[in-house]
């Protein structure tokens, strides 16, 4: 899939307010990976969306390949990581148990 940092930017808000709209601000992490799945499928059924996540397909498809270069900043300021998983401090944003209002919220990185 070729994305532009901004399409994968409004992909990523697009879908995860369809979640928060039919699931609620905090459903379970199979839920939302099930979700997930399934709204990249019905959207995109001819695309492979690496981790059903806009933001890792955009990652992926540029020469860094790192959760450093995600374009949403996910709260780990001083990390040396920006991943959408909590560090084992549990700084940051998580996508797997975090309520989605938190995910809308999150501010692009520069």
């Known amino acids: 899939m070729d994305l532009t940092r901004e399409k994968a930017l409004k992909l990523h808000q697009q879908m995860w307010s369809d979640m928060q709209k039919e699931l609620g601000d905090c459903p379970a992490q199979y839920e939302r990976h099930r979700f997930k799945m399934k709204w990249v499928r019905e959207k995109f059924p001819k695309e492979a969306v690496c981790s059903n996540c806009f933001l890792c397909e955009y990652v992926d498809s540029t020469q860094d390949h790192k959760c450093s270069c995600c374009p949403i900043n ?37």
Do not use: F, Q, Y
């Open 74 to 110: 996910w709260g780990r300021d001083g990390e040396s990581t920006n991943s959408c998983e909590k560090t084992i401090s549990g700084i940051g944003v998580d996508w797997r148990r975090s309520p989605i209002s938190e995910i809308l919220a999150l501010p692009e990185r520069c």
